[in-house]
């Protein structure tokens, strides 16, 4: 498989595609007015401790406070000295229990990572226990443990990691092994470390000094922690379109992953990137909620409050030389495999149904759930699924750390208010009758009646039969106009004599 990060930057947003054999399967983009704060680190106050919800509120420096649930406080003190606190002294969460009053206290000053972006009208959700995350080794000041991630397989390998980190660890930290520390070398492992320390004696200085709120640490932009984060040898490019940005990259390559800094390329077409490698198409159709697969079946997504649904129709699929339970695990199978794309590509948290076509045969449920499992393994965000009921129903939860990117690309339509149903012109006429009824007892009785070119072709239909009749019902005078800019169940009402819009007064 062929994997490849196109960059694509503009004045007023940054765009990151990652490809699969050219198939979009993750966008990620950054915008002035929607910088990245996940990994970001604040001096905050305590604005509210709330024990009934077990959180507190802590002020950042921005409008929305951040929530920091008893679940998200560490249990330790980051910058306790381990030579001369023991474990025990250090993990409060023996002494004093797991109720968020214990731990923080209003106007307290604390250290606070951010873990969730704001969503909606939520703020941001924060936690006390502090990571750094470099290209090998992820920094945890305070603790004292060592992992190793278990996308490592080898045991032999895993082992040795973790006896390098152990010869390298500074005192009241820990410690944990990337997948991208398999087979490197105790210099490569420990100069990641050094860079960590470094970034971690900075934020102690800036936490001494500045009172809060402020910031302390800034995680790093989309592009430098793609690198980071992804830029292995399994990534064949990272093509960018800005000169500045390719430098800027390759510069930071050459010190996390030198040996792949030639993968990294400038893009040099007239064309634009994201045209050169047929990526706008596959970001229009993310954006529909009906989603075609081979065969002629279909994937319908619906984002809800509480829940995101996704059903699966045959739709055209009538199968061919099969039996009908063939047909329906063929279906189910291409449904799983796209449904992981659109989670990926739109970037969909939260509790998720999958409404599969319902199988009789055992067999074919759990080859279906292999599929599906077998299809999520490349899923980058933390996810759990739930084995298939007996209603074809399968359940699974998705990391949700900021909004979809749905929801960062668009707003809610301004017509249906986000519902995606606009009312029917026959029903619009019936919003307008009820008007006119309750206009009809006034002493105006000339309108000039102002709707969307659907009401007004209802209305004048069989030679304005519908209009007459609401003229005989108010016992009024209507002369109807067409508007391309009204929306389709809005109206507005003039009075004829006047020119005055009283639309309001017998709203």
């Known amino acids: 498989m062929k994997t490849q990060v196109i960059m694509n930057s503009q004045v007023h947003e940054s765009r990151i595609a990652i490809l699969e054999d050219s198939k979009l399967v993750e966008l990620l983009i950054e915008r002035p007015d929607q910088k990245r704060m996940v990994g970001n680190i604040y001096k905050g106050k305590v604005e509210r401790v709330l024990p009934g919800i077990q959180a507190a509120f ?41 109720n968020i009053k214990y ?127 992804l830029f292995t040898a399994d990534m064949d490019e990272f093509i960018l379109d800005s000169k500045s940005e390719y ?34 198409p596959q970001i229009e159709n ?19 409050e509480a829940l995101i649904s996704i059903d699966i129709n045959s ?23 796209e449904i992981s794309r659109q989670l990926r590509l739109r970037d969909l948290g939260g509790i998720i149904a999958i409404d599969f076509i319902d199988m009789e045969e055992e067999k074919n449920r759990r ?43 668009s707003d809610p339509c301004p017509v249906c208010a986000g519902l995606g149903r ?8 019936g919003k307008i009758e009820r008007w006119l009824m309750r206009a009809s007892k006034s002493r105006r009785k000339n309108f000039l009646l102002v709707v969307h070119p659907s009401v007004a072709e209802e209305l004048q239909t069989d030679n304005n039969q519908r209009l007459h009749e609401l003229e005989m019902s108010a016992k009024v005078r209507i002369e109807c106009f067409a508007d391309p800019t009204v929306y389709p169940d809005d109206y507005s009402v003039l009075d004829a004599d006047s020119g005055e819009d009283i639309t309001e007064e017998f709203e």
């Open 367 to 409: 080859a279906l759930m292999d599929c599906f499992k077998a299809a999520m393994c490349d899923d980058r965000a933390r996810y759990r699924i739930l084995n298939i009921n007996d209603f074809g129903i399968v359940m699974l939860t998705r990391q949700r750390v900021r909004q979809s990117v749905i929801q960062s690309i």
């Open 315 to 337: 739709g055209r699929n009538i199968g061919r030389g099969k039996s009908y339970e063939d047909t329906l695990l063929q279906i189910n199978k291409r449904a799983a495999t």
């Open 58 to 98: 802590v002020d950042i420096g921005m409008e929305k406070r951040a929530f920091l649930h008893v679940s998200d406080v560490a249990r330790y003190d980051p910058f306790a000295d381990s030579e001369t606190d023991d474990y025990g002294d250090n993990n409060r969460n023996y002494k004093k229990g797991g």
């Open 103 to 229: 731990w923080v206290k209003q106007d307290e000053e604390i250290l606070v990572q951010i873990t969730k972006e704001p969503i909606g009208t939520k703020g941001p959700r924060c936690t006390t226990e502090i990571t750094l995350a470099g290209r090998y080794i992820v920094f945890m000041p305070g603790q004292k443990r060592l992992g190793v991630s278990r996308k490592i397989r080898s045991r032999k390998e895993r082992n040795r990691i973790r006896k390098v980190m152990r010869g390298i660890i500074p005192d009241g930290i820990g410690l944990i092994g990337r997948s991208a520390a398999e087979d490197k070398s105790d210099k490569v492992l420990e100069k990641d470390l050094n860079f960590l320390l470094k970034d971690w004696e900075e934020i102690k200085k800036k936490a001494d000094v500045l009172d809060s709120p402020a910031m302390l640490y800034k995680d790093m932009g989309m592009a430098p922690a793609i690198v980071r984060d």
């Open 247 to 280: 430098e800027r990259i390759r510069k930071y390559a050459g010190i996390v992953v030198s040996k792949l800094v030639n993968r990294i390329k400038l893009h040099k077409s007239e064309i634009p990137i994201f045209d050169a490698y047929d990526i706008e």
């Open 286 to 304: 993310m954006l529909k909620r009906k989603i075609w697969l081979k065969g002629g079946a279909y994937i319908v997504i619906d984002n809800t």
């Open 422 to 429: 606009v009312f029917s012109p026959v029903t619009v006429i």
